[in-house]
Nanobody
Framework: QVQLVESGGGLVQAGGSLRLSCAASGHWYTMGWFRQAPGKERAFVAALTRGTSAPDYADSVKGRFTISRDNAKNTVDLQMNSLKPEDSDVYSC????????????????WGHGTQVTVSS
């Protein structure tokens, strides 16, 4: 099994930056970041694989967020720049053994999430 622990969330002013980190134990092939606001469905943010395929991003974060991996540490980070109040959500990382995917139901392993709050 894969265990995931997110960190790096917090309070930031609009226009600022945060870097989230997902520490994984065990083997995975695809890692994604998702976010969820109270009363709303969990939404895809970004994903990458251990292979050579290019990372994928939601349209709402393209040009502002960057997903990256550190194979030695078995971590996946999400660099968030130019943050907006609408980015305020609980951010969770998810892992699976299959190819890159963007739907919530495709991921088997989930972290518990970290809160990101962007003030205006």
């Amino acid at each position: 099994q894969v265990q995931l622990v997110e960190s790096g969330g917090g309070l930031v002013q609009a226009g600022g930056s945060l870097r989230l980190s997902c520490a994984a134990s065990g083997h995975w092939y695809t890692m994604g970041w998702f976010r969820q606001a109270p009363g709303k469905e969990r939404a895809f943010v970004a994903a990458l694989t251990r292979g050579t395929s290019a990372p994928d991003y939601a349209d709402s974060v393209k040009g502002r967020f960057t997903i990256s991996r550190d194979n030695a540490k078995n971590t996946v980070d999400l660099q968030m720049n130019s943050l907006k109040p609408e980015d305020s959500d609980v951010y969770s990382c998810a892992a699976d053994l299959g190819a890159l995917m963007t739907v919530v139901t495709a991921y088997q392993y989930w972290g518990h999430g970290t809160q990101v709050t962007v003030s205006s």
